[in-house]
């Protein structure tokens, strides 16, 4: 098991302790695989984002080694043309459970590297996976709409799906953001990724009408605070319209209404978007309130249904314990969590001064 004394920056009162924070990070570490994938758990997929985020907890507490694994997994597997798969039976390459390629997914690994290089400070990292982040952005952009949304995906003929989702283009955002810091790190100017990421911030903020409507889903509210697009009154203004609607006191927040369900992934995400904000103390009431779906050995059941009194699906996933542990990360001041999510140290991009 990983060390209490590894893992005291991700001590929480009525959170996590730092032998409970340990016990999470073995928890996710026992479901990595020898190669670095880290799939939703044992037997069932990987996806690209949900392994990242997994990564990212693991540079959180310490684990660098891991992290760098799973980075290694993703420069391996990418696709000539800079994509992934959506899904990976159990991390196996080799079989594809799903073979269309989506925007966000593949974006996201600008995050994970952005925040390993700042954890690490290891510039023969930075310079390995340069090539994997510029090929996975071009991949990317090639998919922004004339709004400056990011198209959705390419289905496993290459069809482009153009129709944009508005968590997945937040999310992008953030990842653009973190593409074009390494690229400054480096030396290396890309203007058109400040231009697109100009667009597509510009996109979220003002032209709810690009994207589909998918607002009965808690992430599309909270994602343009958590991606960065959205601070100040604004965000602050957006979170309290929706905080009726979707959290529900004492248990967490729901994934989708009307359905009596929340989950830890979107509960821990909603707190990492408060703390951005600066409500730290909602942040830590949130992430106190989802305890309850704490299971032996550290890591997070999915989700409970609360009419029925029934924790569903009965799955522990490593990216529910991964996005709780980068809430605490950043509200314990870890500073390299902090920067990737605060969104006050990033590269904004050229903001288009029209339309």
């Known amino acids: 098991?990983?060390?209490?004394?590894?893992?005291?920056?991700?001590?929480?009162?009525?959170?996590?302790?730092?032998?409970?924070?340990?016990?999470?990070?073995?928890?996710?570490?026992?479901?990595q695989r020898a190669d670095g994938a880290i799939p939703w758990f044992r037997g069932h997929h990987l996806d690209p984002w949900d392994h990242v985020e997994a990564a990212m907890a693991l540079d959180a507490a310490g684990e660098h080694a891991r992290a760098e694994a799973a980075y290694r997994w993703l420069a391996v597997h990418q696709l000539p043309d800079g994509s992934w798969y959506a899904a990976y039976a159990d991390g196996d390459a080799a079989r594809p459970t799903d073979r269309s390629r989506e925007s966000n997914f593949c974006a996201y690994a600008a995050v994970g590297v952005?925040?390993?290089?700042?954890?690490?400070?290891?510039?023969?990292?930075?310079?390995?996976?340069?090539?994997?982040?510029?090929?996975?952005?071009?991949?990317?952009?090639?998919?922004?709409?004339?709004?400056?949304?990011i198209g959705w995906k390419r289905e496993p003929d290459g069809t482009v799906v153009p129709d944009a989702l508005l968590t997945g283009s937040a999310s992008i955002y953030q990842s653009l953001r973190c593409a074009l810091a390494l690229a400054e790190h480096r030396g290396e100017p890309q203007p058109d990724w400040e231009l697109a990421a100009g667009w597509l911030g510009h996109a979220v903020r003002q032209h709810p009408e690009r994207f589909l409507d998918k607002s009965r889903y808690s992430m599309d509210w909270y994602y343009p605070v958590l991606g960065g697009a959205l601070r100040g009154a604004a965000a602050e203004e957006r979170i309290a319209a929706g905080w009726d609607r979707f959290v529900v006191p004492g248990l967490g927040v729901r994934c989708v209404v009307p359905n009596p369900w929340v989950t830890g992934g979107e509960s821990a995400e909603l707190a990492l978007a408060l703390w951005a904000l600066g409500d730290t103390g909602r942040a830590v009431d949130i992430l106190q309130w989802i305890q309850h779906l704490r299971a032996d050995g550290g890591l997070y059941w999915t989700g409970y249904v609360f009419e029925d009194d029934a924790v569903w699906p009965r799955e522990q996933t490593a990216w529910t314990a991964g996005s709780l542990l980068l809430a605490v990360a950043a509200l314990g001041g870890d500073k390299p969590t902090a920067t990737v999510f605060d969104g006050e140290s990033l590269p904004r991009g050229l903001e288009p001064r029209c339309c």
Do not use: C, K
């Open 1 to 31: 098991m990983t060390s209490p004394g590894r893992t005291e920056r991700l001590v929480l009162p009525g959170v996590l302790t730092a032998g409970q924070a340990a016990e999470t990070v073995a928890g996710i570490a026992a479901v």
């Open 114 to 149: 952005w925040h390993h290089y700042l954890s690490t400070r290891d510039e023969s990292f930075a310079e390995r996976m340069w090539p994997v982040v510029a090929r996975a952005i071009g991949w990317v952009l090639a998919l922004q709409q004339p709004g400056g949304q």
